[in-house]
């Protein structure tokens, strides 16, 4: 008799242990069916070149300016457009030359460019030299 009231209550644990188990056992399954990261999905690169270009005439001359080396010219057509001149000047350079260059490629690029933003940027030893900005709104 007391091998039947130990035996009922064992066996009913061990029931309920099972059907616990069971559940989880189910749920982990599911979880892991939404956890897991789409395979073979291949981003494709967004192609820029349509939208930004380069003015290589205006790039070349001003390339030819006294003391003004590594030239960046970029011309973008989305979001509104943007110009932007980047360039490094020499160690010798004052700021009232630099200021004079930036000023007569501005007043060129806004002719050219009038819907555009615009921002230059001269560069000594890589810092930011002297800057203009206009933007369009």
């Keep these: 008799m007391k091998k039947r009231q130990m035996l009922a209550p064992l066996s009913l644990s061990l029931l309920l242990l099972g059907a616990c188990n069971a559940d989880t056992e189910k749920e982990t399954n599911v979880d892991k069916e939404q956890t897991e990261p789409a395979k073979d999905v291949v981003k494709e690169p967004v192609d820029k070149s349509d939208t930004t270009a380069s003015n290589d ?3 070349e001359e001003f390339a030819k300016e006294e ?5 960046s010219l970029i011309i973008t057509e989305d979001a509104g457009g943007f110009v932007l001149l980047d360039f490094e000047v020499a160690d010798d350079m004052k700021k009232e030359d630099a200021e ?3 000023k007569k490629y501005n007043e060129r690029l806004e002719k050219e460019y009038p819907e555009h ?3 230059i940027q001269a560069r000594k030893s890589g810092e930011t ?3 203009k900005t ?3 709104k």
């Design 117 to 119: 933003s615009i921002d």
């Design 100 to 102: 004079k260059v930036v």
């Design 57 to 59: 005439e205006l790039k």
């Design 67 to 71: 003391g003004v080396s590594e030239v």
């Design 134 to 136: 206009k933007e369009v």
């Design 129 to 131: 030299f002297v800057q």
